[in-house]
């Protein structure tokens, strides 16, 4: 079959197609119709007849063996045959038959007509795509049947290649899909992950905090800050060469030997000891090195290129129980390093972590914490911590006052010397130590870099000394009048000072104090004639100087405080106030009293010039809620003697059978009312 027969066909499918898509379904027509159908409905007909009569499968066939690329045409045509007959038998229903055309009957058949025209629709929009199907597929027929040989090579070769970039074009366009997907695939995973693991990092954090918060305690720095600083230029030569410092003569000429501490900053593994008599000054010594910036200086150039951790901790033996205790040393130590790597918390408490973070009970959560106070777990722990010393993490640990350390029952300093001299020693990790040079002490350090700090503070309690006398001005107007004087002083402490900066301290408070009583120079002398040089002997001399006026009370005072600190309370100026001034009938009245905040006012300054009265060292003001605390460790044991208390007690009136325990439980309650 040539193209023109094609034509021929495809001009009778497209008349029975545009016949069939104009069907209009209305009652009129049908009513005034001689066939009882619409004129649409006819039209349809008449073309769906003559498509039928084409003998489409007698034609079709020749024109499939002429062409076999015609196969396409032919398909429409059988899908346009099967059409024209379901048209045909939709149409017949819908004619009325017989000449009269009751009105009853064309109103029920337009209204079958509407349902079917929905039907017909459907056929109508199968046939418009058939038409449009076909004349797209004629018109390159016949373009391509009028093109000569070379022209149809030309275009099946670029038929051919169409196909190839098509196909290309397909495959990319696929690859891309499948990429896209994969790639947003990958971003949900991603963004699943991300919020996974942020999740996970909330619940990581919350755990670190939790454990560190139950280290942490409240008076772990109560000892640190209660040190006075260093004054000023003195124990710079910490950091100088021993020999430079020898030579300089700022040392007195008996010194011994010591180790260089710079040197050991650098490069020592052993533990470093520092050791002095009571009060020689050990923990200002401690505290301006582990303040100091060039400490830090040196221990980075020992660390370099590892992580470099530090930590301090200050025994205090007239503390709350942490601060006497291994606990407390223990607690403080984690802390401070595990506080600036909160990442190790999950290694070093690894179990209370991981059930602390698997559970959602805060019952169960603080009985997981309580754990981390238990004192096994707490050696385990800091073991652990020890352990980490490595290339990468460098640990430096200074604890002072080891003799201020209290063992439980029979404990001695043999205990807390074994948790030092049990840690391995380690290029990665140093440990200074400082305490009173007690024989257990010194068989377990001496053989270690160490230093004896007494030898070592001539010259800077002679700048010490200078520098007080020089700023009192009553001391400057007596140093005018005797220009010798001056330095009869200075070289009078410093000959009876035995490097304890803590009798120096109070020699020159007795000396200003006389200089407030309008003493002469010759006072002066005798009054520095005779204080004993032996740091109790003067305690002794200082209590037995106070005035009969206010011995009574002083008494008072150092028994209640005495009482309170063997049950591990530190009172308020003002509960000491109240203490000392409390009566049976004040405590148990109903009525309740309201003290005015000027009424506490005096009564803290009251008791502030009784304790500067008693303790004539303390010059600035202190603060109405202060907690009272010895002066120092010497002071608790002097006043804990047994020879000290029956001094106290003899100077107590017999008459109210004053009971010091009494009179602070009376204070609590006369200051809760």
Same mark, same amino acid.
């Given at each position: 079959?040539?193209? /023109?027969?094609?034509?021929?066909?495809?001009?009778?499918?497209?008349?029975?197609?545009?016949?069939?898509?104009?069907?209009?379904?209305?009652?009129?027509?049908?009513?005034?119709?001689? !066939?009882?159908?619409?004129?649409?409905?006819? $039209?349809?007909?008449?073309?769906? =007849? =003559?498509?039928? #009569?084409?003998?489409?499968?007698? =034609?079709?066939?020749?024109?499939?063996?002429?062409?076999?690329?015609?196969?396409?045409?032919?398909?429409?045509?059988?899908?346009?045959?099967?059409?024209?007959?379901?048209?045909?038998?939709?149409?017949?229903?819908?004619?009325?038959?017989?000449?009269?055309?009751?009105?009853?009957?064309?109103?029920?058949?337009?209204?079958?007509?509407?349902?079917?025209?929905?039907?017909?629709?459907?056929?109508?929009?199968?046939?418009?795509?058939?038409?449009?199907?076909?004349?797209?597929?004629?018109?390159?027929?016949?373009?391509?049947?009028?093109?000569?040989?070379?022209?149809?090579?030309?275009?099946?070769?670029?038929?051919?290649?169409?196909?190839?970039?098509?196909?290309?074009?397909?495959?990319?366009?696929?690859?891309?899909?499948?990429?896209?997907?994969?790639?947003?695939?990958?971003?949900?995973?991603?963004? $699943? #992950?991300?919020?996974?693991?942020?999740?996970?990092?909330?619940?990581?954090?919350?755990?670190?905090?939790?454990?560190?918060?139950?280290?942490?305690?409240?008076?772990?720095?109560?000892?640190?800050?209660?040190?006075?600083?260093? !004054?000023?230029?003195? /124990?710079?030569?910490?950091?100088?060469? *021993?020999?430079?410092?020898?030579? &300089?003569?700022?040392?007195?000429?008996?010194?011994?030997?010591?180790?260089?501490?710079?040197?050991?900053?650098?490069?020592?593994?052993?533990?470093?000891?520092?050791?002095?008599?009571?009060?020689?000054?050990?923990?200002?010594?401690?505290?301006?090195?582990?303040?100091?910036?060039?400490?830090?200086? !040196?221990?980075?150039?020992?660390?370099?290129?590892?992580?470099?951790?530090?930590?301090?901790?200050?025994?205090?033996?007239?503390?709350?129980?942490?601060?006497?205790?291994?606990?407390?040393?223990?607690?403080?130590?984690?802390?401070?390093?595990?506080?600036?790597?909160?990442?190790?918390?999950?290694?070093?408490?690894?179990?209370?972590?991981?059930? /602390?973070?698997?559970?959602?009970?805060?019952?169960?959560?603080?009985?997981?914490?309580?754990?981390?106070?238990?004192?096994?777990?707490?050696?385990?722990?800091?073991?652990?911590?020890?352990?980490?010393?490595?290339?990468?993490?460098?640990?430096?640990?200074?604890?002072?006052?080891?003799?201020?350390?209290?063992?439980?029952?029979?404990?001695?300093?043999?205990?807390?010397?074994?948790?030092?001299?049990?840690?391995?020693?380690?290029?990665?990790?140093?440990?200074?130590?400082?305490?009173?040079?007690?024989?257990?002490?010194?068989?377990?350090?001496?053989?270690?870099?160490?230093?004896?700090?007494?030898?070592?503070?001539?010259?800077?309690?002679?700048?010490?000394?200078?520098?007080?006398?020089?700023?009192?001005? =009553?001391?400057?107007?007596?140093?005018?009048?005797?220009?010798?004087?001056? #330095?009869?002083?200075?070289?009078?402490?410093?000959?009876?000072?035995?490097?304890?900066?803590?009798?120096?301290?109070?020699?020159?408070?007795?000396?200003?104090?006389?200089?407030?009583?309008?003493?002469?120079? *010759?006072?002066?002398?005798?009054?520095?004639?005779?204080?004993?040089?032996?740091?109790?002997?003067?305690?002794?001399?200082?209590?037995?100087?106070? &005035?009969?006026?206010?011995? $009574?009370?002083?008494?008072?005072?150092?028994?209640?405080?005495?009482?309170?600190?063997?049950?591990?309370?530190?009172?308020?100026?003002?509960?000491?106030?109240?203490?000392?001034?409390?009566?049976?009938?004040?405590?148990?009245?109903?009525?309740?009293?309201?003290?005015?905040?000027?009424?506490?006012?005096?009564?803290?300054?009251?008791?502030?010039?009784?304790?500067?009265?008693?303790?004539?060292?303390?010059?600035?003001?202190?603060?109405?809620?202060?907690?009272?605390?010895?002066?120092?460790?010497?002071?608790?044991?002097?006043?804990?003697?047994? &020879?000290?208390?029956?001094?106290?007690?003899?100077?107590?009136?017999?008459?109210?059978? /004053?009971?010091?325990?009494?009179?602070?439980?009376?204070?609590?309650?006369?200051?809760?009312?």
């Amino acid at each position: 079959m040539d193209s /023109f027969s094609a034509l021929n066909i495809a001009q009778s499918v497209a008349h029975f197609v545009e016949f069939g898509c104009s069907i209009i379904s209305n009652t009129t027509q049908i009513y005034k119709s001689i !066939h009882g159908a619409t004129v649409s409905q006819t $039209e349809t007909t008449f073309a769906a =007849r =003559r498509l039928l #009569e084409l003998n489409f499968e007698r =034609r079709m066939g020749t024109y499939a063996r002429a062409k076999e690329s015609h196969e396409t045409l032919c398909e429409i045509c059988r899908k346009c045959i099967a059409l024209s007959n379901d048209l045909l038998v939709k149409l017949k229903e819908l004619r009325l038959q017989g000449p009269k055309h009751r009105k009853f009957k064309s109103l029920l058949l337009a209204l079958r007509s509407i349902w079917s025209s929905e039907a017909i629709g459907d056929f109508q929009k199968r046939i418009e795509a058939h038409r449009r199907e076909l004349s797209d597929h004629l018109l390159a027929a016949t373009w391509f049947k009028s093109l000569d040989a070379d022209q149809q090579c030309s275009i099946d070769t670029l038929t051919t290649i169409l196909r190839i970039v098509v196909k290309e074009a397909h495959d990319k366009l696929k690859s891309e899909l499948v990429a896209r997907l994969e790639n947003m695939q990958k971003e949900r995973l991603a963004e $699943e #992950e991300k919020k996974y693991v942020e999740q996970q990092r909330q619940l990581d954090e919350t755990a670190d905090l939790a454990v560190l918060g139950h280290l942490n305690f409240a008076s772990k720095n109560a000892r640190r800050d209660e040190i006075h600083d260093a !004054h000023r230029t003195t /124990f710079s030569w910490i950091f100088k060469d *021993s020999e430079i410092v020898r030579a &300089s003569g700022d040392v007195a000429e008996n010194t011994r030997p010591w180790n260089n501490f710079v040197e050991w900053l650098k490069h020592g593994k052993d533990i470093y000891w520092i050791n002095g008599k009571a009060g020689s000054g050990k923990s200002t010594l401690m505290r301006y090195i582990v303040e100091n910036a060039e400490t830090f200086e !040196h221990l980075r150039e020992w660390a370099e290129p590892a992580e470099l951790r530090v930590a301090s901790f200050y025994f205090w033996h007239s503390g709350l129980p942490e601060q006497r205790s291994q606990s407390g040393l223990f607690r403080s130590l984690l802390y401070e390093i595990l506080c600036k790597r909160p990442d190790l918390v999950r290694h070093v408490f690894r179990e209370e972590w991981e059930l /602390f973070r698997s559970t959602e009970s805060k019952v169960e959560q603080m009985a997981i914490l309580e754990r981390v106070h238990w004192f096994r777990r707490l050696k385990l722990a800091f073991a652990y911590l020890v352990s980490l010393a490595s290339d990468e993490l460098k640990l430096c640990f200074f604890i002072d006052g080891l003799d201020e350390y209290e063992g439980q029952g029979s404990d001695g300093p043999e205990t807390i010397i074994n948790i030092f001299k049990s840690i391995p020693i380690s290029p990665n990790l140093k440990i200074c130590l400082s305490s009173r040079p007690w024989v257990a002490f010194e068989n377990a350090f001496n053989e270690g870099p160490n230093l004896r700090l007494q030898d070592l503070t001539y010259r800077d309690i002679r700048v010490y000394v200078r520098d007080r006398l020089e700023s009192d001005h =009553r001391m400057l107007q007596l140093s005018e009048a005797y220009p010798a004087q001056k #330095e009869y002083f200075v070289r009078e402490i410093l000959s009876k000072a035995n490097g304890v900066f803590l009798w120096v301290s109070l020699v020159i408070t007795s000396l200003l104090t006389g200089l407030t009583n309008q003493d002469d120079i *010759s006072d002066l002398q005798n009054r520095l004639k005779g204080i004993p040089p032996d740091l109790e002997e003067f305690y002794g001399y200082m209590l037995k100087g106070i &005035s009969k006026d206010y011995i $009574e009370k002083a008494s008072r005072i150092f028994q209640i405080y005495n009482s309170a600190s063997d049950v591990d309370v530190r009172p308020t100026v003002l509960e000491l106030d109240l203490a000392v001034t409390a009566t049976y009938a004040d405590s148990m009245t109903s009525e309740r009293k309201v003290m005015s905040e000027e009424n506490i006012q005096k009564r803290c300054d009251r008791m502030i010039t009784q304790l500067k009265e008693i303790n004539k060292t303390q010059t600035h003001k202190i603060k109405a809620d202060s907690k009272v605390s010895y002066l120092h460790r010497t002071v608790s044991d002097f006043l804990k003697k047994d &020879s000290t208390r029956a001094y106290l007690e003899s100077n107590t009136s017999k008459s109210d059978s /004053f009971d010091p325990n009494l009179s602070l439980l009376m204070s609590y309650l006369i200051n809760l009312k």
